[in-house]
């Protein structure tokens, strides 16, 4: 005759991981499963890498300083020893292209990182306390920043700011803002009416577990969607401030500043301007694509 067993707390837990990790694991597979599937967002992803590495690895890949100068091949065509040609300043067009990687690499992490940290509490509060905190308040000061366009915005913040590559992360930050908040607020007001959300409360669950462990990580999948996105606006935009000079200051290599230095000679030596405007142009293509392929993964309508 067989006695029941009581099951311990710590069987309960364990059993409780296992599951977490399972279906975690599960969710895992069922993206790559969809993102694979999806080939343009590989060739994002291919894109977005060769980005990264030109940027990790340049003083290698580099074939000169960027900086040094050849005085005796200025506005050089491009030949076997300067493959783009060269500068004004006689420096390698190449090798400033390969290096302003590093720029872009860092304007598509840095102001989306500051936006995520400022957005998603923001949204959260919003979206989960209602009330004065939401309508009178946040949501107020998110449609005043979206009430300008998202360049003017960032130009405008940067210019008051003055010059510089952490002043213009700082504007690019900025005008991000106003969308990650909408986007969690709007998960935030879905989730919370959910009938587990209620029972969780119900048990005793404090506002800091439910936001933390239950609503938060299930309104994640729209933002690291618009995560993508933002990461090539953010390219974009830093490019088109240090082309209007409230960017990255010379001599530091950018591909925005070598397009305001290539204008002067777009008519006799197009080919100057094409290097980075081909080099921004993929960076571009290669985020969306990659969001593209992000947004299908997350999608279960998409199997």
Not at 192 to 211: F, M, S, T, V
Not at 242 to 259: E, I, R
């Amino acid at each position: 005759m067989s006695v029941l067993q009581p099951v311990s707390d710590e069987v309960i837990q364990a059993g409780d991981d296992l599951a977490v990790a399972v279906v975690h694991r599960s969710r895992a597979t069922l993206f790559w499963i969809r993102f694979r599937r999806n080939k343009p967002a590989i060739f994002g992803a291919f894109l977005i890498g060769v980005m990264v590495v030109l940027a990790i690895f340049a003083p290698i890949i580099a074939p000169f300083d960027p900086n040094a100068q050849d005085l005796n091949n200025l506005i050089g065509p491009p030949t076997s020893h300067h493959l783009l040609g060269t500068d004004d300043l006689g420096r390698d067009v190449l090798s400033r292209l390969i290096y302003g990687a590093r720029v872009s690499v860092a304007a598509s992490i840095v102001p989306v990182a500051l936006a995520l940290l400022a957005g998603i509490p923001l949204g959260l509060i919003a979206g989960y306390y209602r009330g004065f905190l939401d309508e009178g308040l946040i949501m107020r000061v998110v449609d005043a920043l979206q009430a300008f366009p998202f360049l003017v915005l960032a130009l405008a913040l940067a210019a008051v700011l003055g010059p510089g590559f952490l002043n213009a992360m700082i504007a690019i930050a900025v005008g991000f803002v106003p969308g990650f908040v909408r986007i969690v607020r709007g998960q935030v007001l879905q989730i919370a009416a959910q009938e587990y959300i209620q029972g969780a409360r119900a048990l005793g669950a404090g506002d800091a577990r439910i936001l933390l462990r239950h609503i938060l990580p299930n309104s994640l999948a729209p933002v690291l969607v618009q995560t993508s996105v933002a990461m090539a606006a953010a390219i974009l935009a830093e490019a088109g401030l240090s082309f209007l000079g409230v960017g990255v200051q010379p001599p530091t290599p950018s591909w925005g500043t070598m397009l305001t230095f290539a204008q002067s000679y777009i008519v006799n030596k197009p080919y100057l301007a094409v290097a980075p405007g081909v080099a921004i142009f993929l960076a571009v293509l290669g985020f969306n694509l990659f969001g593209d392929g992000v947004r299908d993964g997350l999608d279960p309508r998409s199997s």
